[in-house]
């Protein structure tokens, strides 16, 4: 069971949310969520603020310590009990309890994959191209027919490398790729799957 | 085979070296060629020394042309003699440039140009290796396997850079079925 654990800080930030109106409360929420996929709407904001009368720093603060909630039970993939636990800790009323829910439950996927986007990685392979030309003469040799692969590797960094090889090379790359994608169906792989599980 | 008209000149200008000299000359030309010796040979070398350096540097330089454009070419030791029987070459050096360029021209072909032709980074060597990811500071039980794989590629001049990706198993079926329908291009073809 993993509960998030709110700072006193955020605590006092997230305070007057026990005496909001639900649709007001909602509206917060939503802006949290926003903030959090790269949206940050100001202008919403600070509509919210002059409607419940307090100053807009004050409810910005409290969009702050909502994202961290979201963020940190998308990052664990808090179930639905552990979430509301956390929540409990700042004993919101029922109904925004519900909406902070509902909102975690139907944006959680799409969190994590942006958070997945933001993590440690390599660039990935983006697509392979290759071409087969039959090498006949430059200028140095000629009477040649020699066949020879072009590729183009493109890379999620945006980086295109050409690069050429001939047909022995091709094929022992393939075979060790194919080598290495059976791995993943390996008895070794499952029993680790299953152990770290 | 053309070949242009100072290297043409350059096989009547072997007329004025001495015939003695002419061995240790082919000596030279087939050592350069085969990148066993260099032109500091013609210091060492008594004979050579003293033949006039303008002619020495002519008949060099026409020699060493034939000789590669005969590679270039693909001729055989045969085929040479024949060519330069037409031309105005001494007939017994001409005996003695087939011979050695026959016992040479394979060698001094895989040397100089089968590697100084133009080409891309070429493939040379694949490692791959395949981790399990558990979690990140940013997302935790993330559970899913990935592969890196790392290409070595050699450039012209034998330095080797290495490219590397990572891919998910998706990616890598993707990537294995392209490669194995190239290699399957090329059996269709023979």
């Given at each position: 069971?993993?509960?998030?654990?709110?700072?006193?800080?955020?605590?006092?930030?997230?305070?007057?949310?026990?005496?909001?109106?639900?649709?007001?409360?909602?509206?917060?929420?939503?802006?949290?969520?926003?903030?959090?996929?790269?949206?940050?709407?100001?202008?919403?904001?600070?509509?919210?603020?002059?409607?419940?009368?307090?100053?807009?720093?004050?409810?910005?603060?409290?969009?702050?310590?909502?994202?961290?909630?979201?963020?940190?039970?998308?990052?664990?993939?808090?179930?639905k009990s552990?979430?509301?636990?956390?929540?409990?800790?700042?004993?919101?009323?029922k109904?925004?309890?519900?909406?902070?829910?509902?909102?975690?439950?139907?944006?959680?996927?799409?969190?994590?994959?942006?958070?997945?986007?933001?993590?440690?990685?390599?660039?990935?392979?983006?697509?392979l191209?290759?071409?087969?030309?039959?090498?006949?003469?430059?200028?140095?040799?000629?009477n040649?027919?020699?066949?020879?692969?072009?590729?183009?590797?493109?890379?999620?960094?945006?980086?295109?490398?050409?690069f050429?090889?001939?047909?022995?090379?091709?094929e022992?790359?393939?075979?060790?790729?194919?080598i290495?994608?059976?791995?993943?169906?390996?008895?070794?792989?499952?029993r680790?799957?299953?152990?770290?599980? | 085979?053309?070949?242009?008209?100072?290297?043409?000149?350059?096989?009547?200008?072997?007329?004025?070296?001495?015939?003695?000299?002419?061995?240790?000359?082919?000596?030279?030309?087939?050592?350069?060629?085969?990148?066993?010796?260099?032109?500091?040979?013609?210091?060492?070398?008594?004979?050579?020394?003293?033949?006039?350096?303008?002619?020495?540097?002519?008949?060099?330089?026409?020699?060493?042309?034939?000789?590669i454009?005969a590679?270039?070419?693909?001729l055989?030791?045969?085929?040479?003699?024949?060519?330069?029987?037409?031309?105005?070459?001494?007939?017994?050096?001409?005996?003695?440039?087939?011979?050695?360029?026959?016992?040479?021209?394979?060698?001094?072909k895989?040397?100089?140009?089968e590697?100084?032709?133009?080409?891309?980074?070429?493939?040379?060597?694949?490692?791959?290796?395949?981790?399990?990811?558990?979690?990140?500071?940013?997302?935790?039980?993330?559970?899913?396997?990935?592969?890196?794989?790392?290409?070595?590629?050699?450039?012209?001049?034998?330095?080797?850079?290495?490219?590397?990706?990572?891919?998910d198993?998706?990616?890598?079926?993707?990537?294995?079925?392209?490669?194995?329908?190239?290699?399957?291009?090329?059996?269709?073809?023979?």
């Amino acid at each position: 069971m993993v509960i998030i654990y709110f700072n006193n800080e955020q605590k006092e930030d997230l305070q007057f949310l026990q005496e909001l109106s639900f649709e007001v409360g909602s509206k917060i929420v939503q802006v949290s969520i926003d903030f959090f996929k790269g949206n940050y709407n100001p202008k919403l904001l600070q509509n919210v603020s002059t409607k419940i009368n307090l100053p807009q720093l004050k409810v910005e603060r409290c969009v702050y310590a909502l994202s961290y909630l979201f963020t940190e039970s998308s990052k664990l993939s808090l179930s639905k009990s552990d979430f509301l636990e956390s929540v409990d800790a700042i004993s919101p009323t029922k109904e925004i309890e519900e909406c902070l829910l509902e909102s975690y439950q139907k944006n959680r996927e799409e969190m994590r994959r942006i958070l997945s986007e933001m993590s440690l990685k390599l660039p990935s392979i983006d697509s392979l191209q290759w071409r087969l030309d039959v090498q006949i003469s430059s200028r140095r040799t000629s009477n040649e027919a020699k066949p020879v692969y072009l590729l183009k590797l493109k890379t999620s960094d945006n980086r295109t490398v050409w690069f050429q090889a001939d047909y022995n090379e091709l094929e022992s790359m393939t075979n060790q790729l194919e080598i290495a994608l059976k791995e993943s169906k390996s008895q070794h792989y499952k029993r680790i799957k299953k152990y770290i599980k | 085979m053309e070949l242009s008209k100072s290297n043409l000149n350059s096989l009547s200008l072997l007329k004025k070296i001495p015939k003695s000299v002419h061995q240790e000359l082919l000596s030279l030309i087939f050592g350069v060629l085969l990148q066993q010796a260099d032109e500091t040979e013609i210091e060492k070398s008594q004979s050579l020394k003293q033949i006039d350096s303008t002619l020495l540097k002519e008949v060099f330089s026409g020699l060493i042309t034939i000789v590669i454009q005969a590679i270039k070419n693909n001729l055989n030791a045969k085929s040479l003699a024949q060519f330069l029987k037409d031309t105005n070459a001494p007939t017994e050096f001409v005996g003695l440039l087939s011979t050695a360029y026959g016992k040479t021209f394979q060698k001094i072909k895989e040397i100089h140009l089968e590697t100084t032709g133009f080409y891309l980074k070429k493939l040379i060597d694949i490692n791959w290796r395949m981790d399990y990811i558990i979690k990140s500071n940013k997302i935790e039980q993330i559970d899913k396997p990935v592969y890196f794989i790392d290409l070595n590629l050699q450039k012209k001049d034998g330095q080797i850079e290495k490219l590397k990706f990572s891919c998910d198993t998706n990616q890598l079926q993707d990537l294995v079925t392209t490669l194995k329908d190239a290699v399957l291009a090329k059996k269709t073809l023979k």
